[in-house]
């Protein structure tokens, strides 16, 4: 391949010479020879910037055959009536080499410094990935390590003490040991499904669902963790059956419930609403909290990305990544929109019909 590389550079060094002894004969009435060499000098710096050092001293060496082929007179010969010209082509030929290694010791270092920057670019990416994957393990570590704690410590006060507590703390503890035995289940079952989903495993079965039975599943699932939070259902009148995969979808709609009820007010009301928008379905989720700021409304579908809402959980980071994963494999969308009144609003696009285009 270099053998290839260095021939075309002398070809080109060729054409050069050719395109400069084509320019010299056109202004050849009216200049005299030794004006020509500057034509010459441009085609040998030419070549020095683009070719490199080698085909640029070619370039020199061809421009004086040439020059003194086809302007030194007697022309169309290599023969030198005037012996002066001898002193002319030596000159030329020097400076043409000065020239061109020059240039070429420029260019060598600016293609150096190049590549210094593109390796100092990769170094920092480097550096970068090895920072997030840090702090995505830190993370993940702190996540899994925090109810693992509460559930030993549960359990060694139930053991080590279990006699002599009253009936409400073995209780409190009992309800502890399975609150935050259910998180960490809800955390690994997070990451498998992202992986799952980054690994394009996790494919939709899509049937007609009833949208009735879809609010209802959810609403079944999130039962003990809302409490005693209102929750508000506005579905549309006529439709029933819709194509999703049902179980996807559910959890989808648990995980956008169970972050509504982690940032709304205590006494704050959660409000579910469905509506056909043509041949979509939207389907939204929304709350009467803080809201998130509008620099991280773009962010909060991304894999461990926690809004910092003071007083609040920040959780895992997982679940709306995984919604949006879910979504976005229907073939539809997801997105977030701070109300006006108060609070985030998520609202979801389903296709109705296959091969519709998002309104």
């Not at 809800?186 to 007609?208: H, M, Q, Y």
């Not at 990305?305 to 980071?317: A, I, L, N």
Request: proline share 5%; aromatic share 6%.
């Amino acid at each position: 391949m270099s053998v290839l590389v260095a021939i075309r550079g002398y070809l080109i060094s060729l054409l050069l010479v050719a395109g400069a002894t084509v320019i010299c004969e056109q202004v050849r009435p009216h200049l005299v020879p030794t004006n020509m060499v500057m034509v010459y000098l441009l085609a040998v710096v030419a070549a020095a910037a683009k070719l490199g050092r080698r085909p640029a001293i070619a370039t020199a060496f061809f421009s004086v055959l040439a020059f003194d082929f086809f302007f030194v007179p007697p022309r169309l010969t290599f023969s030198v009536a005037e012996k002066e010209y001898l002193v002319t082509f030596l000159g030329f030929f020097v400076v043409g080499v000065m020239i061109s290694s020059l240039v070429a010791k420029v260019r060598e270092q600016s293609l150096e410094r190049e590549r210094l920057s593109q390796e100092a670019e990769k170094a920092r990416i480097l550096q970068a990935r090895e920072n997030l994957e840090r702090a995505l393990l830190n993370s993940i570590s702190h996540d899994l390590r925090t109810p693992l704690v509460s559930i030993k410590g549960a359990l060694s006060a139930l053991k080590e003490q279990g006699e002599r507590l009253t009936p409400e703390a073995r209780q409190d503890l009992l309800e502890t040991a399975n609150d935050e035995a259910e998180r960490l289940n809800r955390f690994v079952g997070n990451l498998l499904d992202l992986s799952r989903l980054e690994a394009g495993a996790l494919r939709p079965r899509i049937e007609p669902c009833d949208l009735q039975e879809l609010v209802g599943c959810a609403m079944a699932a999130m039962e003990s963790r809302l409490g005693d939070r209102k929750v508000t259902l506005q579905l549309p009148q006529g439709l029933t059956l819709v194509p999703l995969d049902l179980v996807l979808m559910t959890q989808v709609l648990v995980n956008l419930l169970d972050n509504a009820n982690k940032y709304a007010p205590a006494q704050g009301s959660i409000e579910v609403t469905a509506r056909i928008c043509g041949a979509w379905l939207s389907l939204t989720v929304a709350d009467r909290g803080a809201g998130v700021p509008e620099a991280e409304l773009l962010h909060i579908f991304e894999k461990f990305h926690r809004v910092q809402v003071p007083e609040k959980t920040g959780g895992t980071g997982l679940g709306l990544s995984i919604c949006k994963g879910i979504v976005e494999a229907h073939g539809g969308s997801i997105a977030a929109r701070n109300r006006p009144e108060g609070g985030l609003a998520v609202e979801i696009l389903l296709p109705l019909d296959q091969g519709v285009e998002e309104p």
